[in-house]
């Protein structure tokens, strides 16, 4: 399958496309981020000048006609990103199966003469779509021989274009690395671990609890590796052998350890190896027959379906229909029928029937048994994730009772430590290196309070139990400090890393550990203690760290500001005309205010990356009072990074608005603060971290096999031996900090080149800005990506 570019992060002149129509819908089941990507298609439709018609209840509504298929204004669309399910409803539709049914249905667009569909649902939603596509010219000839429509209707209306929206929770569908709404049902998922985990602690008892997943275990499969579920069952891994025996060994050792919970997901199409189900209610008389555990069984249904969209299902929801659009517009009669999809950081364009014809090939091979196969077809998502779910629920907790730091008989002593400020998805991260690491015969040292810990003497073995139930938590229980290696000394640090005897360091923190890193690789021929593997795991709010496009934490940042801005503008709900300013963190870095912005529906953002003066804040002003006054929107929202300009503050910004705006609107201000850094930890932060730091200890411990010395030390002094694990669009990649050296403004902490600033247009395309951007514009970069990635995760 080849993936083809889109336009996304060049430059669009508006109004290019007047005189296009262009129809959106949304078919089958719902799923949160639906209603991002109907408002995407409306906003960028209107800038381009065309017009966009709202086909309600999906294909039903287009055969019924009338009052289904009306026009929209620009309103139509205010206020309801945040919104679950679809304002423009879906169903069911047996008549559009029939040829008979489609007719009417093309006799429908015709008359508004619509011959552009943009279609939001899933793989019988998209086929029917494409058949209704191969079909159009016939149906027309038919209209026309019926006298249903006139010669010129015909001639005007002769090519159908169609782009495919993938709306599932399911993430089922082949071809692009989430679906609309994925994100979200996991968000669910894991609020309902979580929720569960504390009565079930009080009361020592088992949960096993049903997620949707008839014919893909995604969802089971990531709640999983999110939220420590002791086992998974899912369509395409079946469990092998004896499981019942394998499972109650395994739960009694846990509680032989003194573990109080058991977390067990049941994907509803769960099946063993001879593809008989194996339902929550089965697990549950095993459990309670065989253990005497007390078992409930929670069945999560349709909550899953339900809830705002998270952060990132708005953000892509939004980049897929701005993409859809444009796909639309530069489509020709020869062009296939496509659907936008998210590879990494950037959104392309595939063949639709090619992607439908991968997705049910997955499902055949399943039927057949073949589950490699139907694994390998899911993609490397996918895979990646399975692997991951193996190799930790085969780690079993060592026997043996470990050393003490100074015995000399274990083999390597591997260390971990924060640096930076706190961000959810550390624990994550800590949780995976000890146990992985403890399986491998390491003695696993925990370095507490960052340097300052170190220098105290403040070193601790880590056991197995000690770690249990971290990956759910904020902030760090290691504890963490903003300082660097040289302000501390990096003498002391090599006395102390020859006092400990440590053979290998794991450092999960910000802007601070990579630089604290590239410090002490710097410093390695004068300290041969030093001269051992380190690699560094971003972690941070502000996703300012070179040599990765997404850090820990950030992805927790977005969605507390996203749903602390949905409440602020849920408070004027009831006060007419008001803008709210917000001020976000972020240092320098502008990720999280442009970002929040796209997922909050912002109408600006102003950040230092893109310079912005007293004229532009002037702009936007009457940009917002013309919105208020003709578009009929009461509420305004405008987002300020913290360091974006030492002039024009955040207080400033404010008192400006609230002078120009009067009378038209009052202002009110917000500094979301600290609270950016609390809350649980994303589904993704915490599949993240695990899935990282697990890929962290395999590359140290290689290292520390390659370079141990005769006398049993490791000792390299190598440029690749400190690195910084990041992803580079979808692979996983270790990158010596002396090249990122190169890479990064250490004045400002930022990297020279940062991905998502390709967005920034966006984010006022859909506000209705009539200038995308400043007079200094940002850099749009186009970025390239390879079918043949190692990681294909969702990230924004």
Same mark, same amino acid.
């Given at each position: 399958?080849? @993936?083809?570019?889109?336009?996304?992060?060049?430059?669009?002149?508006?109004?290019?496309? @007047?005189?296009?129509?262009?129809?959106?819908?949304?078919?089958?089941?719902?799923?949160?981020?639906?209603?991002?990507?109907?408002? @995407?298609?409306?906003?960028?439709?209107?800038?381009?000048?065309?017009?966009?018609? $709202?086909?309600?209840?999906?294909?039903?509504?287009?055969?019924?006609?009338?009052?289904?298929?009306? !026009?929209?204004?620009?309103?139509?669309?205010?206020?309801?990103?945040?919104?679950?399910?679809?304002?423009?409803?879906?169903?069911?539709?047996?008549?559009?199966? *029939?040829?008979? #049914?489609?007719?009417?249905?093309?006799?429908?667009?015709?008359?508004?003469?619509?011959?552009?569909?943009?279609?939001? #649902?899933?793989?019988?939603?998209?086929?029917?779509?494409?058949?209704?596509?191969? !079909? +159009?010219?016939?149906?027309?000839?038919?209209? &026309?021989?019926?006298?249903?429509?006139?010669?010129? /209707?015909?001639? %005007?209306?002769?090519?159908?274009?169609?782009?495919?929206?993938?709306?599932?929770?399911?993430?089922?569908?082949?071809?692009?690395?989430?679906?609309?709404?994925?994100?979200?049902?996991?968000?669910?998922?894991?609020?309902?671990?979580?929720?569960?985990?504390?009565?079930?602690?009080?009361?020592?008892?088992?949960?096993?609890?049903?997620?949707? #997943?008839?014919?893909?275990?995604?969802?089971?499969?990531?709640?999983?590796?999110?939220?420590?579920?002791?086992?998974?069952?899912?369509?395409? +891994?079946?469990? !092998?052998?004896?499981?019942?025996?394998?499972?109650?060994?395994?739960?009694?050792?846990?509680?032989?350890?003194?573990?109080?919970?058991?977390?067990?997901?049941?994907?509803?199409?769960?099946? %063993?190896?001879?593809?008989?189900?194996?339902?929550? *209610?089965?697990?549950?008389?095993?459990?309670?027959?065989?253990?005497?555990?007390?078992?409930?069984?929670?069945?999560?249904?349709?909550?899953?379906?339900?809830?705002?969209?998270?952060?990132?299902?708005?953000?892509?929801?939004?980049?897929?229909?701005?993409?859809?659009?444009?796909?639309?517009?530069? @489509?020709?009669?020869?062009?296939?029928?496509?659907?936008?999809?998210?590879?990494?950081?950037?959104?392309?364009? =595939?063949?639709?029937?090619?992607?439908?014809?991968?997705?049910?090939?997955?499902?055949?091979?399943?039927?057949?048994?073949?589950?490699?196969?139907?694994?390998? &077809?899911?993609?490397?998502?996918?895979?990646?994730?399975?692997?991951?779910?193996?190799?930790?629920?085969?780690?079993?907790?060592?026997?043996?009772?470990?050393?003490?730091?100074?015995?000399?008989?274990?083999?390597?002593?591997?260390?971990?430590?924060?640096?930076?400020?706190?961000?959810?998805?550390?624990?994550?991260? =800590?949780?995976? $290196?000890?146990?992985?690491?403890?399986?491998?015969?390491?003695?696993?040292?925990?370095?507490?309070?960052?340097?300052?810990?170190?220098?105290?003497?403040?070193?601790?073995?880590?056991? +197995?139990?000690?770690?249990?139930? +971290?990956?759910?938590? #904020?902030?760090?229980?290691?504890?963490?400090?903003?300082?660097?290696?040289? %302000?501390?000394?990096?003498?002391?640090?090599? &006395?102390? $890393?020859? *006092?400990?005897?440590?053979?290998?360091?794991?450092?999960?923190?910000?802007?601070?550990?990579?630089?604290?890193?590239? /410090?002490?690789?710097?410093?390695?021929?004068?300290?041969?203690?030093?001269?051992?593997?380190?690699?560094?795991?971003?972690?941070?709010?502000?996703?300012?760290?070179?040599?990765?496009?997404?850090?820990?934490?950030?992805?927790?940042?977005?969605?507390?500001?996203?749903?602390?801005?949905?409440?602020?503008?849920?408070?004027?709900?009831?006060?007419?005309?008001?803008?709210?300013?917000?001020?976000?963190?972020?240092?320098?870095?502008?990720?999280?205010?442009?970002?929040?912005?796209?997922?909050?529906?912002?109408?600006?953002?102003?950040?230092?990356?893109?310079?912005?003066?007293?004229?532009?804040?002037?702009? %936007?002003?009457?940009?917002?009072?013309?919105?208020?006054?003709?578009?009929?929107?009461?509420?305004?929202?405008?987002?300020?990074?913290e360091l974006a300009n030492p002039n024009y503050t955040t207080d400033f910004v404010s008192r400006l608005f609230a002078e120009e705006g009067f009378p038209t609107f009052t202002t009110r201000m917000n500094v979301l603060g600290h609270m950016q850094q609390g809350g649980y930890p994303s589904p993704f932060d915490r599949n993240y971290g695990t899935k990282m730091a697990a890929k962290g200890v395999e590359w140290l411990s290689d290292k520390m096999e390659r370079f141990k010395t005769p006398q049993g030390c490791v000792?390299?002094?190598?440029?690749?031996?400190?690195?910084? &694990?990041?992803?580079?669009?979808?692979h996983l990649t270790f990158t010596p900090v002396e090249e990122l050296a190169e890479e990064t403004d250490f004045d400002k902490r930022l990297p020279k080149e940062q991905w998502w600033l390709k967005l920034r247009p966006l984010l006022r395309i859909l506000a209705k800005h009539s200038v995308v951007s400043y007079e200094t514009e940002a850099v749009m970069h186009n970025i390239d990506d390879d079918d043949d990635d190692e990681e294909g995760e969702h990230i924004l």
């Amino acid at each position: 399958m080849i @993936a083809q570019p889109g336009k996304e992060g060049q430059q669009v002149p508006p109004g290019i496309w @007047a005189g296009n129509s262009i129809g959106v819908f949304t078919s089958g089941g719902d799923s949160q981020g639906m209603n991002a990507a109907v408002r @995407a298609v409306v906003r960028m439709g209107f800038y381009l000048g065309c017009k966009v018609f $709202f086909i309600k209840e999906g294909y039903q509504g287009m055969v019924d006609g009338g009052d289904n298929i009306v !026009e929209a204004i620009w309103s139509s669309v205010s206020g309801i990103i945040q919104m679950g399910g679809t304002i423009i409803g879906s169903a069911r539709c047996k008549d559009f199966r *029939e040829r008979s #049914g489609r007719l009417t249905a093309a006799c429908n667009l015709v008359q508004l003469g619509i011959t552009n569909l943009v279609v939001i #649902g899933g793989d019988g939603s998209l086929t029917g779509a494409d058949l209704f596509r191969q !079909e +159009w010219s016939a149906l027309l000839d038919e209209l &026309l021989a019926n006298g249903r429509i006139t010669k010129e /209707q015909r001639e %005007d209306n002769k090519h159908l274009n169609i782009v495919g929206l993938v709306g599932s929770i399911d993430n089922d569908f082949c071809g692009t690395d989430m679906t609309i709404g994925t994100d979200s049902a996991l968000h669910r998922i894991v609020e309902s671990v979580d929720a569960i985990a504390t009565t079930a602690q009080s009361h020592q008892r088992a949960f096993v609890l049903e997620v949707m #997943g008839r014919h893909c275990g995604y969802l089971a499969l990531v709640g999983a590796l999110a939220s420590e579920a002791d086992w998974v069952f899912i369509p395409e +891994w079946p469990p !092998e052998g004896d499981w019942r025996d394998t499972l109650c060994k395994k739960l009694a050792a846990e509680r032989n350890l003194g573990q109080r919970l058991n977390i067990i997901l049941v994907a509803e199409g769960a099946i %063993d190896e001879t593809g008989k189900p194996i339902t929550a *209610e089965e697990v549950k008389k095993l459990l309670s027959e065989k253990l005497k555990i007390d078992t409930r069984v929670t069945v999560l249904g349709h909550v899953q379906r339900g809830g705002s969209p998270s952060a990132f299902d708005r953000i892509l929801g939004s980049r897929m229909g701005a993409e859809a659009v444009l796909a639309l517009m530069d @489509a020709t009669p020869e062009t296939p029928a496509c659907v936008i999809s998210i590879e990494g950081n950037s959104t392309v364009r =595939v063949p639709l029937m090619e992607c439908v014809e991968r997705t049910k090939e997955v499902q055949i091979n399943m039927d057949k048994r073949n589950f490699d196969e139907a694994v390998r &077809l899911r993609g490397k998502s996918f895979q990646n994730n399975l692997n991951t779910y193996r190799l930790l629920s085969k780690l079993r907790p060592p026997s043996h009772t470990k050393p003490a730091i100074h015995d000399h008989k274990t083999e390597h002593n591997i260390a971990i430590m924060n640096i930076g400020a706190p961000a959810c998805g550390m624990n994550a991260a =800590v949780r995976s $290196f000890v146990r992985i690491s403890l399986t491998k015969g390491f003695r696993v040292l925990g370095i507490h309070d960052s340097f300052d810990g170190l220098l105290k003497n403040e070193v601790y073995t880590m056991t +197995w139990t000690q770690v249990q139930g +971290w990956a759910g938590s #904020g902030g760090s229980f290691l504890g963490t400090k903003k300082q660097l290696a040289a %302000d501390v000394g990096v003498a002391k640090i090599a &006395l102390k $890393f020859s *006092e400990f005897k440590i053979d290998g360091l794991m450092i999960v923190g910000g802007f601070e550990a990579f630089h604290s890193a590239h /410090q002490i690789a710097e410093a390695r021929e004068a300290f041969p203690s030093l001269c051992i593997p380190i690699v560094v795991v971003p972690c941070t709010i502000s996703n300012n760290v070179p040599g990765s496009d997404f850090s820990l934490g950030a992805d927790t940042a977005l969605n507390e500001i996203t749903d602390i801005c949905d409440r602020i503008k849920q408070s004027a709900t009831g006060t007419k005309r008001r803008v709210f300013v917000a001020e976000t963190m972020g240092g320098y870095c502008g990720y999280l205010a442009t970002l929040a912005g796209l997922a909050s529906g912002a109408d600006a953002a102003y950040i230092y990356e893109e310079k912005f003066n007293v004229l532009d804040l002037k702009q %936007d002003v009457e940009h917002l009072k013309d919105k208020i006054l003709n578009a009929g929107v009461q509420r305004g929202l405008v987002l300020r990074n913290e360091l974006a300009n030492p002039n024009y503050t955040t207080d400033f910004v404010s008192r400006l608005f609230a002078e120009e705006g009067f009378p038209t609107f009052t202002t009110r201000m917000n500094v979301l603060g600290h609270m950016q850094q609390g809350g649980y930890p994303s589904p993704f932060d915490r599949n993240y971290g695990t899935k990282m730091a697990a890929k962290g200890v395999e590359w140290l411990s290689d290292k520390m096999e390659r370079f141990k010395t005769p006398q049993g030390c490791v000792r390299t002094g190598n440029a690749d031996s400190v690195v910084l &694990l990041g992803m580079l669009k979808r692979h996983l990649t270790f990158t010596p900090v002396e090249e990122l050296a190169e890479e990064t403004d250490f004045d400002k902490r930022l990297p020279k080149e940062q991905w998502w600033l390709k967005l920034r247009p966006l984010l006022r395309i859909l506000a209705k800005h009539s200038v995308v951007s400043y007079e200094t514009e940002a850099v749009m970069h186009n970025i390239d990506d390879d079918d043949d990635d190692e990681e294909g995760e969702h990230i924004l």
